[in-house]
C-alpha cells in the first residue's frame, strides 16, 4: 500500500490497525512518534548545516526515521526519509536543502492529520 | 547408495540390485524392498556388481533378509561381487548362509 | 514456563517501533523486556535469559550485528533465535544480519501475522532444542555409567601382564569392539577380541555378557570350545538378528607350549614366529557370533606349536580399513611389510600403531584400530593366577570322597574339570590352590584320556607337524570312541593344622609299561610331552605311578609354599 499510494499523508487502515492493537495506549503512542520525528527532524537539520555533513549519521538517522513511520503507517513522509537515506548513502548531502525542507512542511502537515483525526 | 528390486518374469523370484556403498545408511531402503515385495518370492538374487563396498551393518541386513526369506529354508543368491565384497564376506563365511557366486 | 508463554528481548532504539512490537508480542501473551541499544540488550540478556530476540539492526553505542555477535558467543549451545528487524533492503545487509549470528529478519512495517508465526516457529525451534539438549545430558550420563558398569566388568582381567600388549580407544565401548584376557586355572590365557556390529550402545551392550561368560568360564577352567559355545548361544539368544559379534580368541597353554585360535569374522590372527620372523595367517573359517543356533554352531579351534617369544596378533577389521584423505585402504600389503621388515620383534605392536596413525593422517578412523597380541612365555614370568572367588571362607567339607567314572560318551561329551575343581574349592584350605589344582588334574587326566584311552603317542608332538596331527587324532579317536573309561577318585582328610588331597586317576588303557614311553622318560624329558608331568612332580607332595602306569596317583598336602618358593625351573 506504501508503494501504490506514495502520495498519500497516512495510511490509515494500518493506524485503524494500531488503534485496536494499543487501545488506551494509542494516543501516547502518536505522541511519542510525533516527539521523535520532531526531535530527528531537528537533528537532520542541524546535521546538514555543519560545513561537512557526516553522511552515515544522516544515513542513519534517516533509516530510523523513516522505519517508524513505515510502522505508524505515515507513508509519505517514510518515503521522503527514503529518498534523504538513499542521497546519503551515494554521499550527494551537498542537494538536500529542498528534500529537507519538504520533509518539514510535510511533517508539519502530518502533526496537523494526526492530531485532528486520531487524537 | 541405492538399493533397487527387479521380480523376473513369473514374479517368483526377485533381484536386489545394491548401488555404491553398501552400509547402515540403506537400513530403511533395503528392507523396505524385502517387505513390500510379493508374498510369493521364493528365491533372492543380491546383484552386487555395482556395490563397491559393504560394512558389518550390511552383513547385519543380509541376515534379516534371510530370516525373512525363511531362514534355513531361505533361497539367497549373491552374485558378482568386487574383491572387496568378496572379501568381506568371506572372512565372515556368510558362504554357509547364503550362495556366493 | 508454559509451553505457549516466552521471554522475548525486544532491543530497538526507536521509541515508536518498540512500543509497537511490545504490544505485538505482549497481546500473544509472552513477557517483554526491552534494550534500547545494543549494548543495553547485551546486559538485558544477561539479566534474563530471553527465549527469542528481536534485533533492530542499527542502534546507537553497538548496533545489532555486534550485540547478536556477542549474545551468540554468550549463548554458547543455548539455541538463543535472534530476528532482526530492519528496513535495510540490500542483499549484503541482510546477509550481513545472518551471518553475525542472526536466524532470521522482519521488515518494517511490522506485518503482525508473519511475526506472530515466526515467533511461534521460532519457540518450537527452541524447545525442541531444549528437549534434544535435555536428552543428550540423559544419553551421555547413561552412557557414563554404562562405561563405569562395562569398565567393572570387562577390565577384571590379566591385560596388565608383562607379555600381553593392547590398543583400545578410550570410547571403544561405544564402537562395539571389547577386549578381553583372562587366566585359566594351568596358569595358561586365554584372549577375546570381539567386534559387534554397529555403533553405540546397541553395540555396547552385547559385550557385557560376552565378558561376563568369558572370565566366568576361563576362570573354572572351562575349554575354549565351551566358552564360544556358551558366548555363541547367549548373544544368539538376546541380540537381535542383525546384531552379531566378530571375534577371535586364542588359548595360550604356556605349559605345553601351545596356542589354540579360533576366528569368526575378523581378520586373519597372525601367528608370528621370534626365531625365524615367518608369519602364519590363521584366516577366519567361521561365522561370527550370534549368527548360528546352538545346534549348529560347533567351535573348532586350530592347534598350533608354540616357542618362548613367539607372538599372537589379533584385531578388528578397523586396522586393515583405516583410510587415508585419498580414500585408500591401509590394507593387509601395508601390515605384513611391517611384519617383513621388523627388526625388533618388540616393537611390531607400536608400529603398527604408528603406520595406521601416520596413515590416516588427518582423515578420522571410521572404525578403532583395536589390537591385541600376546607373546609366549614361560609360566615363571607370568606365575600362577590368583584365582578370585566368592564363596564364604568358612572350613568346608574336610573329611571326604568321592568318585567318577567317565564311560566313552561322556569323555567325548563332558570336561569334568570345572566340576572337580568347583567341588575342591569348597574346602577353605585349597581355594588358593585352585590354580595348583587344576594344573595336576588337568596334566593326569589328559595323560590318561590320551595316552590311557585314546592310545595317543606323545613322541607326534615333537614336529610341528606332527603337533598338528596329534590333535587332529585326538579330535578324532574321541569321536569313534566306543569302549574305554577314565576314573577319578578324590579324598580330603584332615591332617595336622591342615589337611591332604589325594587324586587317583586311572585309565582303561594298558598303562605305559606296555608302550616305549616309561616314567622316566615323561618326566626327564624336557620336550613337550614331559614338561606337564615334570611340573606336576614339582606341585605334589607324592606322585606315583602303578606298574602297569595306568593308574597315577598324587597327593598334596595343605597349607603349602607359595608358588615363588618353589622354584619352578630349579
Redesign the interface.
Known sequence: M?ADQPDQHLDDA?LT??RD??ED?FSD?IE??LG?ARERYTELVALNQHPEPDAQTVR?TA??F???C????VTRLAQLCRRLEEMANADQLDSVDSLLADIGTELTEVERLLRSQYL | MTVSAIPNDNGTEITIKITGRFDFSSHQEFRQIYENAAPDIQGYTIDMSEATYLDSSALGMLLLLRDHAGGDNSDIRIVNCNEDVRKILSISNFGQLFRIE | MSSASLTILIAD?????R??LS??VQ?EGHKVVEATNGEEALERFNESVPDIILMDA?MPKMNGFEASRLIKQRAGNQLVPIIFLT??QDASSLANCLESGGDDFMS???N?VILKAKINAFGRMRRMHDQLQSHNRQMLLEQQVAKTVFDNVAHSGCLALPNLRHSLSPLAVFNGDTVLAERKPDGGISLFLGDFTGHGLPAAIGAMPVAEIFYGMTQKGFAMEDVLREINAKLYTILPTEVFCCGAMVDLDVTNKMARIWVGGVPSVYLYRGDSGAVEKVASSNLPLGVLPSRRFSPQPNDYRMHNGDRVFLWSDGIVESHNEAGELFGEERLDALFTHATDPDRIFDDILVAVDQFIGGSRPDDDTTLLSATMVDLDVIGLPLLHSNKASIGGPMDWQMNLQLGPQSLGAFNPLPLVLNILTEVEGLRSLSGHLYTVLAELFNNALEHGVLGLDSKLKQDSQGFAQYYQLREQRLADLTSGQVCLDISHRPLGNGGELTFEITDSGPGFAHSHQDLAYLTDNPDYSGRGLALVRRLCDELDFNDAGNRVRATLCWPRPAWSELHLNG
Open positions: 506504501t494500518a490497525d494500531l492493537l494499543l495506549d503512542l511519542t512518534f521523535d542513519g533509516h530510523s523513516k522505519g517508524s513505515l510502522n505508524v503507517g | 532504539d526507536n521509541n515508536t517501533d512500543r509497537i504490544a505485538i497481546q542499527l528496513s535495510l518494517k512495517p511490522y503482525r
